[in-house]
């Protein structure tokens, strides 16, 4: 190779480099500032002396429960989409509609979810504003991810498994129930993954519809309005009364936000690679 | 068909038709809540396509309210564009670099690292910008506020990247090893089949990266509402402080009256936000579908 294109060759090394020492940095910056003051106090505490002191239990509680209520409605619904588009649909014009609006829900503005949260689920189905809504509104957000990766594992379902059901006799939905769907778990587990490690850190589509400042307790029903982690660095960052002195909270639940998304993230890359790898062999 | 054959069809056929139902309703609900404008006088009176787009100032609390949209979209253009700029050169090296001349196993480490990028919540990235990218800029510019087009544009390119490199690198990967083995065949580099063969042949999927990217630049909420600033203003330079389209809605919404003028303007704004991504992840989609079928051989 001339010297020229090694230099070329070598720049686009050099944006890898970046890329990546940035993202380490982030890691870096955030872990190395939060875990001063992340202990099991910080995680088990609710806020003290007007939000200055003290823990985000209820900010981490209320994170979780959303999004558990959200994996129940998105789950299924994600899952049988793909299911329709490997099983049953292919070709038909049908399944190109639903392509289509999948491809769109994964690039609509999270905040114009918001806008529908507050306008359909608040409003309209007079689900006021709360842990339902909130986890709805998320719900559509995170469906891509699932659809997405439980097809691709469908489609790695042998078609010789499928006609082996068959020729015993079996009829298509009991194909999928007993063969298909079993043999695509680890699939369909790393979209849900995916979609939870997504919803968790998403913060604009709560804004309508549900989520709270600061609430004295914690939520008891699916209607009840919550605190979010997310939205607590949001808060805590810009409308703070006093920015400077709750910086440690703000790192520390970063620190917690990001190991949480990460983790899921990770989790979900290892199950692939395990299942690409097993297709290999 | 059996009884629990049909069954099981027409739930999974139901729970499939999910997703297009809700497009549908998404734009039918954004589009009821701002319906006001064009057709309730009182409403017309104080917002109109005449105050959008031929007066200067957004203040929509006040005696008289303003609601001119060119603030927002003049900040909505700037941060997009720098984020752009900052973005693009690094995701389509990364990936040109990943796709052509990592050696397998290091593709296979980059690729997923660089993904990750997209687990960061925006809200991690807008606090990150926050405390340390501000800081940057403004050691760098020595701009009067802190927090501005730069600092916002730079943020979200972090946004940014991850699309635009998965797709990019996916659409470079996709091109046949036969046009790469052709081209060194008549004696090109590989810098030359980079440039020459791969590009070109990628170009719609690289396209549709970059769009998407774009996409994502105008419509991401939380970092511009924690780095811009957040002042209404036009102006030409890229170090004031601006307000864009997505941080007008998540700042304003919470605190306005259902069914004021406000409340429908706010929508309308949504609504142009929902139309800029749909037009866009149509040609996107098109785009990528047409450069896979050709790649493939298929016209």
């Known amino acids: 190779m001339r010297f020229r294109e090694k230099v070329y060759v070598f720049f686009t090394f050099l944006t890898v480099v970046i890329v990546i020492g940035l993202l380490f940095y982030i890691i870096f910056d955030i872990v190395s500032n939060g ?10 505490q609710p806020p003290r002396e007007g939000m200055t002191k003290g823990g985000i239990f209820p900010a981490l509680y209320g ?4 999004t558990l209520l959200m994996l129940i409605f998105v789950a299924p619904i994600g899952v049988f989409t793909a299911v329709y588009l490997n099983e049953y649909g292919s070709g038909k014009r049908f399944s190109r509609w639903i392509r289509l609006a999948i491809n769109n829900l994964a690039s609509i503005p999270s905040i114009v ?12 189905l007079r689900l006021g504003a709360g842990l339902l809504s909130a986890a709805l509104t998320v719900g559509l957000l995170t469906l891509p991810l699932v659809v997405v990766s439980t097809e691709e594992a469908l489609r790695a379902v042998p078609n010789s498994y499928r006609e082996a059901g068959f020729a015993l006799g079996a009829t298509k939905w009991q194909v999928i129930r007993l063969i298909v769907l079993p043999q695509a778990l680890p699939g369909i587990l790393t979209g849900a993954i995916l979609s939870v490690g997504r919803g968790m850190g998403e913060v604009a589509p709560l804004l309508f519809t549900g989520v709270a400042y600061y609430l ?5 029903s699916i209607f009840d309005q919550f605190m979010d982690l997310g939205y607590h660095i949001y808060i805590m960052t810009t409308q703070s009364f006093d920015v400077e002195l709750t910086r440690p909270i703000q790192y520390g639940s970063t620190l917690i936000l990001l190991v949480l998304t990460f983790s899921l993230n990770i989790i979900a890359i290892l199950i692939r690679s395990r299942i690409r790898k097993r297709r290999l062999v | 068909m059996e009884l629990r054959e049909r069954i099981a069809y027409i739930v999974i056929s139901l729970l499939a038709s999910v997703a297009i139902v809700s497009v549908i ?8 809540e701002s319906l006001p404008i064009f057709f309730n006088p009182e409403i017309k009176k104080e917002a109109n396509f005449r105050s959008f787009f031929l007066t200067r100032d957004w203040q929509p609390i006040g005696l008289e309210p303003k ?23 690094l995701s389509l090296g990364s990936a040109i670099f990943t796709a052509e001349f990592a050696p397998r196993k290091l593709r296979e480490v980059i690729k997923p690292i660089i993904e990750l990028f997209s687990a960061i919540p925006s809200v991690v990235l807008g606090f990150f910008a926050l405390m340390t990218i501000a800081s940057w800029v403004q050691s760098i510019f020595h701009a009067t506020s802190r927090l501005n087009a730069v600092t ?9 990247i991850p699309i635009t490199y998965t797709i990019c690198e996916d659409a470079l990967s996709t091109v046949p090893r036969e046009l790469r083995e052709a081209s060194i065949a008549l004696g090109a580099t590989k810098w030359q089949t980079t440039i020459k063969v791969v590009l070109p042949s990628a170009s719609g999927g690289i396209f549709a990266g970059v769009i998407l990217g774009l ?3 105008i419509g991401e909420t939380m970092i511009v509402l924690m780095v811009s600033g957040n002042a209404a203003q036009i102006t030409w330079s890229f170090l004031d402080s601006v307000r864009t389209i997505p941080a007008t809605i998540a700042a304003e919404m919470g605190e306005v009256a259902f069914g004021s003028a406000h409340y429908a303007v706010l929508f309308l704004l949504g609504l142009l936000l929902f139309s800029i991504t749909f037009v866009i992840n149509y040609i996107a989609s098109t785009l990528l579908e047409r450069t896979q079928k050709r790649l493939r051989g298929e016209k």
């Open chain 1, 216 to 220: 004295p307790y914690l939520p008891s």
């Open chain 2, 67 to 89: 609601y001119s949209f060119l603030p927002l979209i003049v900040g909505t253009l700037k941060v997009t564009v720098v984020a752009l700029i900052v973005a693009l050169p």
């Open chain 2, 152 to 160: 916002a544009g730079f943020a979200l390119a972090f946004a940014v």
């Open chain 2, 215 to 217: 996409a994502r630049a």
């Open chain 1, 113 to 124: 979810f918001g806008l529908f949260g507050l306008g359909f689920f608040v409003l309209f």
């Open chain 2, 25 to 32: 309703l998404i734009f039918i609900f954004i589009t009821k």
């Open chain 1, 35 to 44: 875990i001063k003051v992340v202990n099991w106090e910080f995680i088990s």
């Open chain 1, 63 to 66: 994170t979780l429960l959303r």
